[in-house]
């Protein structure tokens, strides 16, 4: 059986791994230049920037199982950050025993490890697919990406809705899975700061109305310096302000840290990422991963199975078992 998989984030490569593990003959098409979606660091001159996911943690047993192979080849490491949250009585200090881990050198390696055994198109956008009702056609640019048995979509939700057909997307069991929008966005901004700003590594904000988060990037192995604070926009900030300019964010970001220390703060932006669909709409129900076999079509993703790293990861991996069954 041929197997196409558009998308290589986590759930795409944990999908694309288990198939080619049982010999599946698999091809990957991802439109960015690098496989790992929105596990994602940015190369800079100070080191490595996370603009995507922080860190991940695992509680369910096959994920661990595979945290602890990734920890014992170098791919991941352990985030051992001091944690405060923020609410409306200020900030306190908020240690816990979750064990988190962060990709190694960046938070690509352990998608780019996965794909390790893959055929993997990289910088090949899908932006057609034609299921003759044996065959999917895939088109990239005009030009056929092939044809194959089946069609994995391991692509955000709104992503996957602008590729399928409207005469899909009315399937009963599709238009169910489309009705609700499942990724909300997401605004990343880092800071360069000149002087230091809190005495911890990672701060929860819990009520704020622009941010949700914000970490010192120097307080994780092989990332920025200390002077680096990479900070998250609330999803209802973030849909506010989407189609703003970098610039503006950029200005909102600076102004938050000072009202939130209540100090004149010393420092620039350096980067900031727009996430369209970042994070998951708690309103959207927990599917795990869809398999249409009539259609050979399936769907996998974070958005399918409550948002994060290892629920991505699950997606695929429950995806494939599916197939193969
Ligand atoms: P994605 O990573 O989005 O992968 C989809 C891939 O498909 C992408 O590489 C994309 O380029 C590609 N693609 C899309 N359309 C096409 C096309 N037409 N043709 C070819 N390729 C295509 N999770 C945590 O667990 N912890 C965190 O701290 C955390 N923080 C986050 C912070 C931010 C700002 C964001 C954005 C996300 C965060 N997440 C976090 C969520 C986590 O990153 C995701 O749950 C997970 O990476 C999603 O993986 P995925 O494979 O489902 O999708
Ligand atoms: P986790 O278990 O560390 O955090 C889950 C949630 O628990 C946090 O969002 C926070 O509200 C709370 N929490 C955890 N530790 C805390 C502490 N010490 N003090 C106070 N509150 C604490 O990690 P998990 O479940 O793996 O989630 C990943 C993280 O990624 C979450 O923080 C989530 O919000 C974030 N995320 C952000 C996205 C974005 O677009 N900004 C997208 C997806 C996830």
Same mark, same amino acid.
């Given at each position: 059986?041929?197997?196409?998989?558009?998308?290589?984030?986590?759930?795409?490569?944990?999908?694309?791994?288990?198939?080619?593990?049982?010999?599946?003959?698999?091809?990957?098409?991802?439109?960015?230049?690098?496989?790992?979606?929105?596990?994602?660091?940015?190369?800079?001159?100070?080191?490595?920037?996370?603009?995507?996911?922080?860190?991940?943690?695992?509680?369910?047993?096959?994920?661990?199982?595979?945290?602890?192979?990734?920890?014992?080849?170098?791919?991941?490491?352990?985030?051992?950050?001091?944690?405060?949250?923020?609410?409306?009585?200020?900030?306190?200090?908020?240690?816990?025993?979750?064990?988190?881990?962060?990709?190694?050198?960046?938070?690509?390696?352990?998608?780019?490890?996965?794909?390790?055994?893959?055929?993997?198109?990289?910088?090949?956008?899908?932006?057609?697919?034609?299921?003759?009702?044996?065959?999917?056609?895939?088109?990239?640019?005009?030009?056929?990406?092939? %044809? !194959?048995?089946?069609?994995?979509?391991?692509? @955000?939700? /709104?992503? *996957?809705?602008? +590729?399928?057909?409207? $005469? &899909?997307?009315?399937?009963?069991?599709?238009?169910?899975?489309?009705?609700?929008?499942?990724?909300?966005?997401?605004?990343?901004?880092?800071?360069?700061?000149?002087?230091?700003?809190?005495?911890?590594?990672?701060?929860?904000?819990?009520?704020?109305?622009?941010?949700?988060?914000?970490?010192?990037?120097?307080?994780?192995?092989?990332?920025?310096?200390?002077?680096?604070?990479?900070?998250?926009?609330?999803?209802?900030?973030?849909?506010?302000?989407?189609?703003?300019?970098?610039?503006?964010?950029?200005?909102?970001?600076?102004?938050?840290?000072?009202?939130?220390?209540?100090?004149?703060?010393?420092?620039?932006?350096?980067?900031?990422?727009?996430? %369209? !669909?970042?994070?998951?709409?708690?309103?959207? @129900?927990? /599917?795990? *991963?869809?398999? +249409?076999?009539?259609? $050979? &079509?399936?769907?996998?993703?974070?958005?399918?199975?409550?948002?994060?790293?290892?629920?991505?990861?699950?997606?695929?991996?429950?995806?494939?078992?599916?197939?193969?069954?």
């Amino acid at each position: 059986m041929t197997i196409a998989i558009i998308g290589a984030g986590i759930a795409g490569a944990a999908c694309a791994a288990a198939l080619a593990e049982q010999g599946e003959q698999v091809v990957v098409f991802e439109k960015g230049r690098r496989a790992g979606g929105r596990m994602s660091s940015k190369r800079t001159e100070h080191g490595y920037l996370d603009l995507g996911a922080q860190y991940f943690t695992a509680r369910d047993p096959a994920f661990q199982a595979q945290c602890q192979q990734w920890l014992s080849s170098g791919i991941v490491t352990h985030w051992y950050g001091r944690l405060a949250q923020a609410t409306a009585d200020g900030l306190q200090v908020s240690p816990d025993e979750t064990l988190r881990y962060i990709g190694m050198p960046s938070m690509q390696a352990p998608v780019t490890r996965l794909l390790g055994n893959v055929d993997v198109s990289l910088g090949r956008q899908i932006d057609n697919i034609l299921f003759d009702g044996q065959l999917w056609q895939l088109q990239s640019n005009g030009v056929s990406a092939g %044809r !194959f048995n089946k069609l994995i979509l391991a692509i @955000p939700q /709104q992503q *996957a809705a602008a +590729l399928l057909s409207p $005469a &899909l997307l009315s399937n009963p069991e599709l238009s169910q899975i489309f009705a609700l929008p499942a990724l909300l966005p997401c605004w990343a901004v880092n800071v360069q700061l000149e002087q230091p700003l809190w005495p911890y590594d990672g701060i929860f904000f819990k009520q704020d109305s622009q941010l949700s988060w914000a970490a010192r990037q120097g307080s994780k192995p092989g990332r920025c310096n200390a002077g680096h604070w990479l900070l998250h926009f609330t999803a209802a900030f973030s849909q506010q302000h989407l189609e703003a300019d970098g610039d503006t964010i950029a200005q909102h970001a600076m102004q938050a840290l000072q009202r939130l220390t209540d100090k004149t703060v010393a420092g620039q932006v350096s980067h900031y990422h727009r996430w %369209r !669909f970042a994070q998951q709409n708690p309103d959207y @129900p927990v /599917q795990g *991963a869809v398999h +249409l076999p009539e259609l $050979a &079509l399936g769907l996998a993703g974070d958005w399918l199975n409550g948002g994060r790293v290892e629920n991505a990861w699950l997606s695929g991996r429950q995806l494939a078992q599916s197939i193969l069954a």
